[in-house]
């Protein structure tokens, strides 16, 4: 069988890849703790799960339009407004089948074959991949961990050139957590502004997941509005993973290509599921809060129980649900028979021997960390943290 070049230039998500194992195992009998996916273990809000029932008895289940409906594209306008301050007409705005597909939509229709693409580390799995789907190239950005993975800036300006179409960038982070201050986000914007070439994609599925301060968007510099699409979904804030809406907002010439695209590839995203995005997006955040509060505890609590590990370094992240520490300092050692020579050995071993589904930080563009995600509970995450400071104590011996 031959595939196309397009396919073999896509690797498997390794995040996916991870959490297939852990469930291999876990159908084999293993007591595996899973903490290689980014889902929410909370349940969808009862109201909003009343607001699906309610659309399946009204008869909301034939084909929606392309874009989204325009109930649900309105509370998106109304949503920008309340919460961001930022206008946006319903022309401007479309609904995927989650955000994943918005990214995708926008990275086919804005560069081609030869464009380049400009992504800060540590990044979303998939954003790469992406764009070497696109036939595009990635060009990567360094962060300074110690400093709370900071955009090096100058770096970031030293990479554009006239192939430079794109830059993309999530924040809060995935993997790292981290928080972009309106300093960087005043950077990044200065220089897109130079480059009237380059539009941006901004991220911001965890704009709510926040720890300690109020979030802010590159959006708020209205002079790269018509350079600038916002992302961002139900997932996350209303753990609605699995009803899979994203939406996104940006200049209408940009959206018409993504509605033009999405028509020929999947239509519409889910009519229910839409409805449910309505109930989502005009009520209240309280039980958004409410979930942000247990996160803050379990990263705190995580952090705590960590911090005798000392070869896994940590920042304390302001917002997601995700730990990234750096491990190169497990590099070399070896623990029996197995040599942990990077971030792949060191997730398999504790897969292996702690029964712990973790994520290599190669995944992500720094393969000297590991990504825990800390959306479990608490006694699960506790267990999790034990096994893996088990076998992580035992004596390791220098490779030779």
């Keep these: ?94 609904v995927s089948t989650g955000a994943k597909q918005c990214i995708m939509n926008c990275i086919l229709s804005l560069v081609q074959t030869g464009d380049e693409v400009i992504i800060p580390l540590p990044y979303w799995v998939s954003y790469s991949e992406m764009v070497r789907f696109s036939g595009a190239e990635p060009v990567f950005v360094p962060s300074i961990f110690e400093e709370g993975f900071k955009l090096d800036l100058a770096a970031l300006e030293s990479k554009i050139n006239n192939n430079t179409r794109l830059i993309i960038f999530s924040s809060p982070s995935n993997p790292s957590g981290s928080v972009m201050s309106r300093e960087e986000l005043r950077g990044i914007a200065d220089i897109v502004k130079k480059n009237p070439q380059i539009t941006v994609i901004s991220d911001e599925i965890y704009e709510h997941i926040l720890f300690n301060s109020e979030f802010e968007s590159i959006s708020q510099f209205s002079e790269i509005k018509d350079q600038l699409v916002i992302i961002n979904g139900v997932s996350k804030a209303f753990s609605m993973t699995g009803w899979r809406i994203g939406y996104m907002a940006g200049p209408k010439e940009i959206v018409a290509a993504c509605d033009k695209l999405q028509g020929q590839f999947t239509s519409g995203a889910n009519h229910i599921a839409q409805w449910a995005a309505v109930a989502a997006l005009n009520t209240d955040l309280a039980s958004t809060k409410e979930m942000v509060n247990i996160f803050k505890h379990r990263r705190d609590l995580l952090l705590d129980e960590f911090k005798d590990l000392s070869d896994f370094e940590f920042d304390k992240p302001g917002g997601a649900f995700y730990l990234f520490p750096r491990v190169s300092k497990c590099f070399g050692k070896k623990y029996g028979d197995t040599l942990i020579k990077d971030s792949m050995d060191l997730a398999a071993y504790i897969l292996e021997h702690a029964l712990v589904s973790v994520v290599p930080g190669i995944a992500f563009g720094m393969p000297d960390h590991i990504r825990i995600s800390y959306a479990s509970g608490e006694q699960e995450l506790l267990e999790a943290v034990k096994r893996i400071k088990k076998v992580m104590s035992h004596e390791f011996q220098s490779a030779v």
């Design 1 to 94: 069988m031959k595939f196309s070049n397009r396919i073999e230039r896509v690797e498997e998500s390794l995040t996916i890849g991870m959490a297939k194992k852990a469930r291999e195992l876990k159908a084999s009998g293993k007591d595996v703790i899973n903490l290689s996916l980014g889902e929410p273990d909370f349940d969808t809000p009862d109201h909003i799960k009343e607001a699906a029932i309610q659309a399946i008895r009204d008869g909301k289940t034939k084909y929606p339009p392309v874009g989204g409906i325009p109930e649900l594209k309105q509370a998106i306008c109304d949503k920008f407004k309340r919460e961001n301050g930022l206008d946006y007409s319903p022309n401007e705005v479309m």
